[in-house]
């Protein structure tokens, strides 16, 4: 959403009776395709965790993250992260 220039905390807002599962990406800039670590980036993913708290999502949260070469170390940064925001 972000990369398209959408608000992600409003799409929640206007979609949460419907959330089911949420899929949480961060990318450099709007319009980029620049995959960077949540929190990062331009998509507030605090901000997109605390809506989700707000509503009482209790569904599944993916992480994506596309990284050429060896990504483990950078994925367990991502879901501690995640993981300290919920």
Do not use: W
Not at 74 to 79: A, E, N, Q, R, V
Request: proline share 3%; with cysteine.
């Amino acid at each position: 959403m972000a990369a398209c220039g959408h608000d992600p905390i409003d799409a929640i807002r206007k979609l949460a009776p419907r959330l089911l599962v949420v899929h949480l990406k961060d990318v450099a800039a709007t319009g980029a395709e620049h995959n960077v670590l949540l929190g990062n980036g331009v998509a507030n993913i605090p901000g997109v965790m605390q809506e989700l708290k707000r509503i009482g999502f209790r569904g599944l949260v993916a992480i994506e993250y596309e990284k050429d070469g060896d990504s483990n170390e950078d994925m367990k940064t991502l879901i501690r992260y995640a993981r300290s925001l919920s």
